[in-house]
Structures are given as C-alpha cells and as structure tokens.
T-cell receptor, first 120, second 111 residues
C-alpha cells in the first residue's frame, strides 16, 4: 500500500525556536497533503490543506504565520512551527492521497506516523 | 457544519467477546465514510471506505456497515492485538477533500 513518511518522529525544542516537520509520499505522487494536530486522547483536527505549487488553505482559527506550510513538490510537504511555545506541544500528523492519471483518488488517505513536538 | 460522533468513548471486552462501535454523522452530501485504526503514538491506519447506505465491507475480524445516519464497526471474536483507538471520519461530496474525524473509540481487548 501507499506509504507516507514523517520526520522527525519526536522533537524537543526550547520556547521561541522554530521546528520543521517533513512529510513525504514515498511511492506515489500527492497533489494534496493535509496537516492534522492531535491532543492526548482527542481526535485529529485539520490544520491546513497543502496543495503542490500553491499556498496552503488554513482552517479557521489556525494561524498562518505560526504554522508555515510549504508543498514544493508532489512528494514533499513541510510544516514549520515558528517561535514555538509550550502550548504548541502536540502530535502533528500529515496525510496524502494518491494521485493517479490526473484524477485525485479520494477513496483513501494515507497517514504518516506522526511527529510529537514538545516545547520546553 | 459536518459532525461526527463516536460511541462509546472507551470499550473493554474480553477476548472473543464480539461487539460494535458506532459512528453517527451529519454531513451535507456524503462522499465517503472512513474507518481508521490508530495505535498509541502512531498515525492512523486505513481500514475501510464506505460510500453509500447499505454498503458493507469486511477485513478479518472487522466488518463496517453504513446507513444514511450512522456507521457501525462490528468486531467479531476480537483478540488482544485488536486493541487500539478506532476513528471514524466523513468526507463531503462537494468542496475540499478534507476529512472530519470523530473523537474515536478506545478499544481494549483483555486476554
């Protein structure tokens, strides 16, 4: 099946620093990737939709300048948490949908393993 | 606004004790309903997609069913390795392809 890889899986940083998380689709092209945030024992909350070659679409309440998303190629999207603070500590998960023959297959979304961010 | 509610929040079963998880949804035109399994500290793992009322899909001990208002994930004779959080999500027919998730059901199977 399709594979989505996230890196790093865990990161600890000091308050005020920036952290970059990568999301790669390893065996398929993804014109669209999604970034989610998950707090302990809670469900996934969509942060933004990342489209290759264009600006990301953010969900209401998500700060664009705080969570910078770049989707430079069909296989890579990055999420940068800028000037991180303890309240940004969370589990960040990306997902991608396979792109085949010009049609975006929405039947399945494949998720990365997640990145746990701890801001001290 | 799309809403997805899962019940129960947590469920403990003995090995071999069959049960069902519920996912109630409200969406303006359903494109698909998805079931995922999530282990602690991991990303969700895709299980099923259901597209229309009456549809059923099976995978090993799991069977998912769909009506116009809810979906059930039936687990038959579960084993301890089936312990996980099961997430339900819906996708609208129109607009963005984003998924709206329920809060999940934490399933624990005791040996």
């Amino acid at each position: 099946g399709a594979v989505v890889s996230q890196h790093p899986s865990r990161v600890i940083c000091k308050s005020g620093t920036s952290v970059k998380i990568e999301c790669r689709s390893l065996d398929f092209q993804a014109t669209t990737m999604f970034w989610y945030r998950q707090f302990p024992k809670q469900s996934l909350m969509l942060m933004a939709t990342s489209n290759e070659g264009s600006k990301a679409t953010y969900e209401q309440g998500v700060e664009k300048d705080k969570f910078l998303i770049n989707h430079a190629s069909l296989t890579l999207s990055t999420l940068t948490v800028t000037s991180a603070h303890p309240e940004d500590s969370s589990f960040y998960i990306c997902s991608a949908s396979p792109w085949r023959g010009g049609l975006l297959n929405t039947g399945e979304l494949f998720f990365g393993e997640g990145s746990r961010l701890t801001v001290l | 606004e799309d809403q997805v509610t899962q019940s129960p929040e947590a469920l403990r079963l003995q090995e071999g004790e069959s049960s069902s998880l519920n996912c109630s949804y409200t969406v303006s035109g359903l494109r698909g309903l998805f079931w995922y399994r999530q282990d602690p500290g991991k990303g969700p793992e895709f299980l099923f997609t259901l597209y229309s009322a009456g549809e059923e899909k099976e995978k090993e001990r799991l069977k998912a069913t769909l009506t116009k208002k809810e979906s059930f994930l039936h687990i038959t004779a579960p084993k301890p390795e089936d312990s996980a959080t099961y997430l339900c999500a819906v996708q609208e027919r129109q607009g963005a392809q984003k998924l709206v998730f329920g809060q999940g059901t934490r399933l624990t199977i005791n040996p």
